[in-house]
Each structure stands twice: as structure tokens, then as C-alpha cells.
């Protein structure tokens, strides 16, 4: 069994419109017997935490192409993206570039 | 175990730039960033020393960067430019005013003159008292045929030597797209243009250097840099057909990351077979603004709202355009035609 974890959550660039306009989130994802990745966590902010339009942020089993997602202030796309495996207090960044300029 | 960054071989990577596919470190990127836009400004030669330059700033990421970009380079490279913002407020409340409260910040962080021209000064009219005539459907017609007049007469009004707009490569990427799928060959020959000449009287010359820097790149770069940028889209616009081709460019960049500059790179290279018809470049009658009809699409729409008749520069009425300008009576049928609001 995983351990419960916490994790900072901030949204950006617009997506935090989808989030209830609350751009800063702390969250606590519970145990569970898998460990959590980030695949495993956009299912839960999916099912938990997403006030509207669920596919201008999610597509397939990724976020939709055009959000950038940070990990602890690096690109997820140089720490496996959907494979990462999230640690105890990590911060995950979702920055939308869809939105004017 | 952390990615070392492929410039400095010393710091963690933080980014993995989609041009290039390299892994950079925060400081080596902040270089890469702004060494691009340098040379893009300086192959290009779109700016003489001793020039003043409007940066075209909506409190947006791209004019942010913009902004800030133009002022580190014109420092360290001795451009020797005056910089100054240029903003237009179209009068939407809730949006517009909103973003206008960053750029007013923007002026004090980056220590530049500000002017902003309004739609209601220029035109008598605001975008929302527009949209309360025409409703949702056409207002973004009008707001773009005024924004471009707008900024060209707020240009004159500080006697600008020239434009730069946050435009970046995702944008003109699209705009290449967008004109292949309407087929607006006119617009698809001069969209991937860095710089336009003066093109006349009144119309100021203008340029995007941001043309090959890449939005995921803006974005990391505003992030990383914490600059103060607005962000919510436009309450009143829809742009559906813009909104197809940018998910299209974003899916195909997820598979393959050059693509955007891919699709620029076709624009530009692509030639128009002699004997194609071109509009030709006049004047307009009425405002003397660059126009390929007698009277520019702005006065033509500002007639429309002006007379009741809002319509009347949307779509293909160009009998009916001719005989309103001539004061020639309209019959009922017609009044109908050029009121309908359809929502």
C-alpha cells in the first residue's frame, strides 16, 4: 500500500478557469495500492476536482495538447511525463497556452 | 536521476525546448530565448538606431514578453531605440479592463511610456455597445478592422516609427492555416511576413519579432521569469474557426514538435503563379487609411452601426454598400436585410 500523499497543485495561463477561477490547490491523494502517478493523478483531478469542461484539460489519458505541465519547476516531458511518479510534497504546475495573447 | 542541462553541462535541466529537442537549464534558456529574438531582429534588420518603437502590449504573455525582451535587448545590444507601449482599449468590460490594469503595470516594472487609445475616442463606439447592436456573432469583425486602425492611429498620435506585435510562431502558423482553408491567397502570400513596409499614408510600418519563438517557450519563459501577465479569454469572442486550427497545430505538435515551424516554413516559401488577381492597395475615400475598396471596411462598418443598419459591412452586400453611400433611398426589403441580428 502507497501512503497517503500531499501535494501543491497550481493551475495557470487560464486553466485555472476550469478550476473555479482558484488558481492554488493543496491537496491529499488517499492510499491506495498502486503508487501515484501523474497518469493516476489526472484520473483524480478529472474525477475530483474539475468544475467544468473536463475536455478543454483532459484528452485520452493525457492533459489536452497546448497545457504545459511542471514538475517540482521542471517540464514533465524531462521526468516521464505521464510514467512520474509522484513523491510526498511535490508541485505540479498546469500553465494553458491556449488563451490570448 | 536528474537531466543536466545540454548547454552548461553543469545545472538540472528544466525545460526541453520543442525547436531544438535540447534540455536546458533555467539560465542557459533565458539566454537561448533571447539570443533568438536577437538575431531574428538583427537578420531581419527591423529596426535602425535612433527609432521609436510601439510595442503593441494587451497585458497578454506574448506582449508581456515581449516588452520585457525588447527592453533587455535594446540595453545589451545598444539598439539605441525609443520603446515605448501602445494599448488599445476596445471597451469590454470585465476583459479588456482588466488586462489594460496589467499593462499599467507593465509600465512601471519596465519603466515605459504608455498610451492607450480607446474605441470610444477613436470610433464613438465601444465593443460593448456594439455588441448590444450586432449581437455575438459578427463583433469580432469589427473589433478586428478597428483594432488595426487603432493602433496605426495611436502610432501617428506619438509619431511611432514603428510597430512590433507579440505575434509568435503558433500564431502565424495558424494564420497560414487559416488562409489555406479559406483560400485567401491575398492573405496567405503576405501572412508569414517578419515586417511590413509603410504601405501609405497613415499606416505604419510593423513587425513581430517573436515570429519564430515558440508559444510553449513564451510561456516557460513569462513563468520562469514570474512576469506579471493576464489571462482570460475574451467574453465575447467565440473564434470558432481559429479555435480548430490552433487544437489541430497543438495535436500535430504532440506528435511532432517541428511542425509549427514546419507550416511557417511552407507559407513562406510558397509562390503565387503570375496572373493570379490581387486586390490592389488604394485609399480610402473618406479616411484616407490603406484600403483595396473605395472606402476602407472600418468606415464601411462604422456607416453600418452609425445608421442602424449594423449588417452592412458584414458579408456580401456591396450593391446595396454602393447605394447607401450614395444616400440613394433604400426600399424596405433591404433595410430588413442590413438590420437582422441573428443570435
Known sequence: MAAPIALHLEFGGGAELLFGGVKDHQVTLPSQSQPWDMKRLLVWIRANMLKERPELFVQGHTVRPGILVLINDADWELMGELTYELQDQDNVVFISTLHGG | ?343
Not at chain 2, 533555467?26 to 529596426?47: M, N
Not at chain 2, 515586417?195 to 517573436?210: I, N
Not at chain 2, 489541430?248 to 510558397?270: C, M, Q, T, Y
Open chain 2, 1 to 343: 536521476m536528474p537531466i543536466i542541462c545540454s548547454s552548461c553541462e553543469q545545472k538540472r535541466a528544466m525545460l526541453k525546448r520543442p525547436k531544438t529537442g535540447h534540455s536546458l537549464c533555467k539560465e542557459c534558456f533565458f539566454s537561448a530565448f533571447e539570443e533568438e529574438v536577437h538575431q531574428t531582429i538583427v537578420s531581419a534588420r527591423l529596426f535602425n538606431s535612433g527609432e521609436t518603437v510601439g510595442i503593441g502590449a494587451s497585458g497578454g504573455k506574448d506582449s508581456t514578453v515581449l516588452a520585457h525582451v525588447m527592453k533587455v535587448l535594446n540595453q545589451r545590444y545598444d539598439y539605441g531605440l525609443n520603446l515605448l507601449l501602445l494599448s488599445v482599449d476596445e471597451g469590454i468590460t470585465g476583459y479588456r479592463d482588466d488586462s489594460l490594469e496589467t499593462v499599467k503595470r507593465n509600465q512601471q516594472q519596465y519603466d515605459l511610456p504608455l498610451k492607450i487609445v480607446s474605441y470610444e475616442e477613436l470610433y464613438g463606439w465601444t465593443m460593448d455597445a456594439i455588441v448590444k447592436q450586432v449581437g455575438l456573432k459578427n463583433n469580432c469583425t469589427f473589433c478586428g478592422v478597428f483594432r488595426r486602425q487603432a493602433l496605426d492611429r495611436g502610432a501617428l498620435m506619438l509619431k511611432v516609427d514603428k510597430i512590433c506585435t507579440g505575434h509568435n510562431a503558433d500564431d502565424i502558423a495558424e494564420t497560414v492555416l487559416m488562409n489555406v482553408l479559406r483560400g485567401d491567397i491575398a492573405r496567405l502570400r503576405r501572412c508569414t511576413a517578419i515586417s511590413t513596409a509603410s504601405e501609405g499614408e497613415g499606416v505604419v510600418p510593423r513587425c513581430k519579432p517573436l515570429k519564430y519563438a515558440y508559444e510553449k517557450e513564451i510561456v516557460l519563459y513569462a513563468y520562469f521569469k514570474k512576469l506579471d501577465y493576464f489571462s482570460t479569454e475574451c467574453i465575447y469572442s467565440p473564434n470558432a474557426y481559429r479555435g480548430y486550427a490552433r487544437a489541430f497545430l497543438k495535436d500535430l505538435e504532440a506528435v511532432r514538435p517541428s511542425a509549427i515551424i514546419d507550416v511557417i516554413h511552407s507559407g513562406e516559401n510558397l509562390s503565387v503563379r503570375e496572373g493570379v488577381r490581387m486586390p490592389v492597395q488604394g485609399n480610402c475615400t473618406r479616411c484616407g487609411y490603406i484600403s483595396s475598396q473605395a472606402l476602407c471596411k472600418s468606415c464601411v462598418l462604422l456607416e453600418g452601426l452609425n445608421r442602424g443598419l449594423p449588417r452592412l459591412g458584414i458579408g456580401k452586400h456591396n450593391r446595396l454598400r454602393g447605394k447607401i453611400l450614395a444616400q440613394e433611398p433604400l426600399t424596405q426589403e433591404e433595410e430588413r436585410k442590413l438590420k437582422a441580428v441573428d443570435f
